[in-house]
């Protein structure tokens, strides 16, 4: 019961603290009370996620209390990301990853599409798997841009068509 009550406070304490850096970032629309913001929220969704983490699942009652705060965890979480990219629309923090993995999953179809004409004997899977090498060349080329800033997050998303999760 005390590490209920715990969260339960710190949760409070957050809430206050959300909706002080709320009041702000909506006024000024600022970037970094924007990123504030979205830090409280994602630390309330974490605190939340703890306490979901921490409760019993015995009875129908806790099953019950459990699944409500995981409906809530979820609402958290979509308000987090939804904040986060409120401060950053172009989901910078993220766009790496989402680049490399870009590349991860074009480079296993195409290695699917040389084991499919193998064992298929056909051409037209050679020719796919063709265009995609070319596709990963592309997002090699916009990853090296990136890393080199030579071109920004939303140059490179608008070229190689990767959206903003």
Known sequence: MKLKTKLIAITAICLVTASIFSI???AAKDIASLKALAKVAKDKETIEHNLLDAM??????????KNQQG???KSLGYETRKLELEADPDDTENFAKQLDLAIETWSMGVNE??????RYND?????RAEES????????KGRDEY???????????????????
């Open 24 to 26: 702000s970032a909506l």
């Open 147 to 165: 890393q080199k800033n030579e071109k920004t997050v939303n140059q490179l998303r608008k070229e190689l068509d990767i959206p903003v999760n």
């Open 133 to 140: 090498l070319k596709i990963i060349e592309e997002f090699k």
């Open 113 to 118: 599409l040389k084991e499919a004409a193998v």
């Open 56 to 65: 019993p699942d015995q009875t129908r009652e806790d099953k019950d209390a």
């Open 123 to 127: 051409d037209k899977y050679l020719k």
């Open 71 to 73: 409906i809530k965890v």
